[in-house]
């Protein structure tokens, strides 16, 4: 059984910093794309960044220049780094893995984190 957790969420203010981590843990054979989505209040889930397994990054435009994914892939971690944040980032952040253990290839999500930007 593949289980994601997730920290770093917490509240800050606008202009501040965060930074976000999810660990994978189970039985992983390999990891493929890594994931940040993010849910704000009455919004749709929306994807921030994505990093594949060979380290090519892309970005929601609404984050482009202030948000960082990375991973560890000895550690099958991927960490988002925020800075400059906006009240409008203020949502729950969720990790999601496309991974493959034992038996099947399949994604898994974290359990959601929260961040809250002030103004």
């Known amino acids: 059984q593949v289980q994601l957790v997730e920290s770093g969420g917490g509240l800050v203010q606008a202009g501040g910093s965060l930074r976000l981590s999810c660990a994978a843990s189970g039985r992983i054979v390999n990891i493929n794309d890594m994931k940040w989505y993010r849910q704000a209040p009455g919004k749709q889930r929306e994807l921030v960044a994505v990093?594949?397994?060979?380290?090519?990054?892309n970005y929601a435009d609404s984050v482009q220049g202030r948000f960082s994914i990375s991973r560890e892939n000895a550690k099958n971690t991927v960490y988002l780094q925020m800075n400059s944040l906006k009240p409008e980032d203020t949502a729950v952040y969720y990790c999601s893995m496309r991974i493959a253990d034992s038996y099947y290839l399949r994604d898994y999500w974290g359990q959601g984190t929260q961040v809250t930007v002030s103004s």
């Open positions: 990093i594949s397994r060979g380290g090519s990054t």
